[in-house]
C-alpha cells in the first residue's frame, strides 16, 4: 500500500539549497503513517526544506519489511530526487529475506540520528516497571502479548532477544508500523510495545500511555526517571540509526548538498528543540563515513541474526 503526502516548504531559498537539482523531492519510507520512519521524515522536511530550497513529499510504500520501498528508490534516477529512510529495519530485511533489491543496491547519504527504543503500555496497565511485566509473563508462559513493528524490524528482533533472555515465552506480533502497533497496546491487546519517544510523544502527552523502561546503556536524559532495561535486570541494549540512502552513483553535488543542509538543520535551534524532545541524538556522518557505518553495523547484525538462530 503507497500513500503520499506532500510537505510545502517556504521561505527564502539559502545557499545550501542554490545547488541543489531539483525542487521537488520525494523521500520514501517503508514505515506507515504515524510510525517512526514517518515522523522522522515530516519534522526533518519540516525544517530543512526551507534551507535546501527544496518541497519536499513524504511517500509511505509498505509491504515485504520494507522490501517494496528499497525496490521503489533502488530503481528511482540516481539524481537526488527520490531517496529512503534508513533504519536497521532495511539491513535486517535483507538478511532475513530474499528480496530483489536490498540495503545494498542503495547508497547511503547521510546518517542523521541515533534513536533509543522504549518499552511502552496502556495507561491503565497493572505494570508499573518493565521488570513488573517480565515477571507477569514468566508467571503465564503463553499468555502474555508482545507488539512490535514489521517482521525484519530491530524492534521484532529486540522483543525476540528479550522473549529469550527473560525466557518469558510471550508471544511477539508484527506489524507493518508503529502506527498500527499503537492501537494494539491502546485497546489492551498487548501487554506492552517497543518504538520510539517520537511515536508514542501524542499518547504519553495525552496520559495514554505510559513507558516502562529504555533500551539503552544509560538513562536518557529528557527522561531521567525512566530506568534502563539492565537497571531493572534485564542485560538488553539496543542501538538504532535514522539516515538517508539513494540509488547507487549519486552525483557529488547531491552528496555535499545533503551533507552541508543536514549540518545545518542539526544546528537550527527550532528543529534542535523538537528533536531533543524527543530524545533523538544527533549522529551526523556523511556519505563515506555512512557507507562504512552501514557496512560495520551489517556485519554486527548479521553475527547477532545467526548468535539467536534466524541466520545460518
Known sequence: MR???????LGATTAIGQGYP????????HSSPGGGSDVFLRALAKHLGPKMGVAFAVENVSGGSGARAMTRVAQAPADGSVLYATTPTYIQTTLLSKVSHGYDALMPVVNVFFDPEVIYARAESPHKTLAEAIAHARANPGKSRWGAANPASLERIAME??????QARAVIVSHEGGGDLMIGVLNGTYDFGIGEVQETRSQLEAKKVKLLGVLTASRLPQLPDLPTAKEQGIDLVVTKFRGLAGPKNLPPNVLRAWADGIQAVLAD?????????????PAFMAADEAAAFTKKFAGELAASLRELGLLK
Open 269 to 281: 535551534p527550532a528543529y534542535r528543540a523538537e528533536y531533543t524532545r524527543d530524545n533523538l541524538a
Open 22 to 29: 531539483h525542487k521537488n523531492v520525494t523521500l520514501v519510507t
Open 161 to 166: 532477544r528479550l522473549n529469550r533472555l527473560t
Open 3 to 9: 500513500a503520499l503526502f506532500f510537505i510545502l516548504c
